[in-house]
């Protein structure tokens, strides 16, 4: 318990003082390192980094985060957000629920809820306040449908737990999409209960010819996820190389097709791709050290037989983890939850009947939930800068689509059918 402490102590109070993941990371192990120095020999230490990025899946990556990039400067998202605006504008409280629509279609191509929400956020935001909205829940219905980047296909979390677990990844990619549709479903009717009592205004119905020009220019973009669903659950490619041909379809439509994304262009997006790329991959690289302080430790045993005792199974397990997972994530943002945090849980999880990719998929959920809830919360601070509003009342603008977002939650957990129906429908 000493080691223990002493190890996610340090981890935690250097996070607390506003340090990067990677530094409190490396901070944490090289304490731990001094302190037990039999039990971490340096030599070993410099090997956990470099066998934590020993596998050449990783490289799937930067490939889909180049993917999105390019989708986000070749025009691709303002066609997705042009089409949600078609469906659902017209509607009371209309810009609020198209910024939702527009966070879902969105995930399919971006695979990141910051992507979108700085995408999406750009647009939207401005727009809503030009039409009435208060700033504040602009930004929060933005940062809370922004989380239904990591849940709905090609999500990178997914890509991550996949590789850390030996979960098929094909198969978490189609189970999170009727999870991630519901998340759009449930927090539309939070917009609508909250629309309808404050009034917000409704656009002016564009007509079908709208909607379905809307619909012919985002086509090529909703292929996308198609696309990488299609060729990993049929086997054509692995997931790198899936990555990679998602990368060169957004290229191709983005400066072929639509002809938006200049060489310049192309250049910003490997740029971004290859920064975002390098703060996971850094952390995956030092986690290298905590998976094998943890191994040696045996936590992972101790954790199992903690949870064997409580003699739960099934969905009342679950919801144990899903809870963990939560309290968590509000100090720690999802990949670091995925690389070091639910491999521990996974032994516990399997012993008590549940499914791999069932656990998955309520991982990746409860973390994104963390994404919207102080202290950590990045969507809420990028969001809140966004519609030059107080973070503190943009927090409190979103406790009704935290909720929304915790039903949801709830019924994945309660109801396994909801994930794993369409892989098993994959399978026949």
Known sequence: MIELAILFGTFLGVLFIGAPVALAMALAIGIFSVAFAPALPSIVLVQTFMQGLDNTAFTAIPYFFLAGAIMNLGGMSRRLL???????????????????????????VSGSAVADAAAVGSIMIPAMRKEGYPGAYAAAVTAASATIGLVIPPSIPMVIFGLFTGAEIGALFLAGVLPGFLMGLFLIAASAVLSLRRGYPASAWRG????????????LALLMPVVVVVGLIGGFATTAEIGAVAAVYAAAISALVYREAQL???????????????????IIAISGGFVWIIASLGIA???????????????????????VLLVLGTVLEP??????????????????????????????LAASIGLVTPPVGILLYITAAQAQSRAMSVIVETLPFLGALLAT???????????LWLPGLAEE
């Open 82 to 108: 042009r089409l949600a605006r078609a469906c659902l504008g017209h509607l009371r409280g209309g810009l609020s629920h198209a910024n939702i629509g527009a966070s879902v279609v969105f995930a399919g």
């Open 208 to 219: 079908w010819g709208e909607l379905g020009a809307a619909l012919r220019g985002a086509s």
């Open 409 to 419: 939650l709830a019924l994945v957990v309660m109801a396994p059918d909801l994930v």
């Open 301 to 323: 045993r101790d954790i199992a037989a903690l949870v064997a005792a409580t003699g739960l199974q099934g969905a009342a397990l679950l919801a144990l983890i899903a809870l």
């Open 264 to 282: 310049a262009d192309l250049w910003c997006a490997v740029c971004e791709a290859a920064a975002d790329s390098a703060k996971v991959l850094i």
């Open 335 to 364: 990949i670091t939850l995925i690389v070091v945090i639910v491999p521990l849980l996974v032994p516990a999880a399997q012993a008590g009947g549940i499914d791999l990719v069932h656990l998955g998929l309520v991982s990746i």
